[in-house]
């Protein structure tokens, strides 16, 4: 069955930098777009960035552009998420989701992904 494991989160303080992979198994890596999600305690889950099954093309949510880059490598079907400038409201619990596609395009909406992970947490501190 398909499989997402996060990992690299933790704590780090505020202007820090951490760098999350995702490990994916049981599919067909490079035929799913592939995207970071987030969701705080009391929160709605929120797009974070999204990689096209190429790796060519990547969107970013507007609280994270210029801070955080998205990647992947599909001869390892893993994805990676580097966050940089670190700020307290980053802290969330991070998903990893794939989105099977015929298109070599990126996706932010968290309705069309059918496979995720089961979170990693991430927590700034100030």
């Known amino acids: 069955q398909v499989q997402l494991v996060e990992s690299g989160g933790g704590l780090v303080t505020a202007g820090g930098s951490l760098r999350l992979s995702c490990t994916a198994s049981?599919?067909?890596?490079?035929?799913?777009?592939m995207g970071w999600f987030r969701q705080a305690p009391g929160k709605e889950r929120e797009f974070v960035a999204s990689?096209?099954?190429?790796?060519?093309?990547?969107g970013y949510g507007d609280a994270v552009k210029g801070r955080f880059t998205i990647s992947r490598e599909n001869t390892k079907n893993t994805m990676y998420l580097q966050m940089n400038s670190l700020k307290p409201e980053d802290t969330a619990i991070y998903y990893c989701?794939?989105?099977?596609?015929?298109?070599?395009?990126?996706?932010?909406?968290?309705?069309?992904?059918?496979?995720w992970g089961q979170g990693t947490q991430v927590t700034v501190s100030s």
């Open positions: 990689v096209s099954r190429s790796g060519g093309s990547t």
């Open positions: 989701a794939a989105r099977y596609t015929v298109w070599d395009r990126t996706a932010d909406a968290p309705q069309g992904y059918g496979n």
């Open positions: 049981g599919l067909a890596f490079n035929n799913y777009a």
